[in-house]
């Protein structure tokens, strides 16, 4: 079943609230929209970009009556965290599922972990994404931060790579919560970091090695080393 079909069989309907995340398309909150109830978004990890469960716990009100995440990137979202904000009442945490992705094998898997692994040793000019111990990272984006002054030195980054021959693209152009008809005035530090900084990178499974080369060579020269969070 489909997010809105699980929804409603939770009984979730008008007059209720649904958490979900604002950092990502409109189709969680377009789900919730449709068994009428109400999209409210709280923030993201900044190092997942899935919800926040301390964000999550802040947006919790006697009106919730679910949590909808969902896994970006290919970083699962920590449902075991999300679920145990519900305490000992009825609030179900249904994943919201955007797409299977073609190919997703277990070879695909591996050889993305490996071209993941490959960048993060390698790449200076950006800031590497990071995964938590234990996490089943699927790296269906391989998801970077380009410091600086946010939007346009991102936006110019992107531009210097694709005219080097490089594959790239901004996963998340605006936050669902600036987007019309889901507009709220709510504060997503986060959110609306991730939306200024990030740019993804090519990590697909039938990658050569002088490909991935090429990606780290155009963007070691664009820029230097800086630690993680430097430019937060």
Known sequence: MGTEELLTAAGVGFGDEVVVPSYATTGAAAAVRAVGATPVFA??????YCLAPAAVAE????????????DLFGYPADLIALQALAGGRPMP?????????PGDTADALRRRRAHASYLDGRLTGVLTPRTAPGVDHRYHSYVVRVPGNGRPD??????????RGVRCSVPVQTPVHRMPGFMRE??????????????ALPVDADMSRRELHKVVAACNALGGLLPYGAAA
């Open 93 to 101: 945490v249904i994943p919201h599922v955007e797409r299977q992705v």
């Open 186 to 199: 709510v504060w997503l530090p986060e959110t609306e970091r991730a939306a200024q900084e990030c740019l």
């Open 59 to 70: 947006a919790i009100t006697d009106r919730t009556a679910a949590i909808v995440p969902t």
């Open 43 to 48: 923030d993201i990890d900044a190092t997942s």
């Open 154 to 163: 991102r936006d110019a980054f992107a531009r210097a790579l694709r005219s």
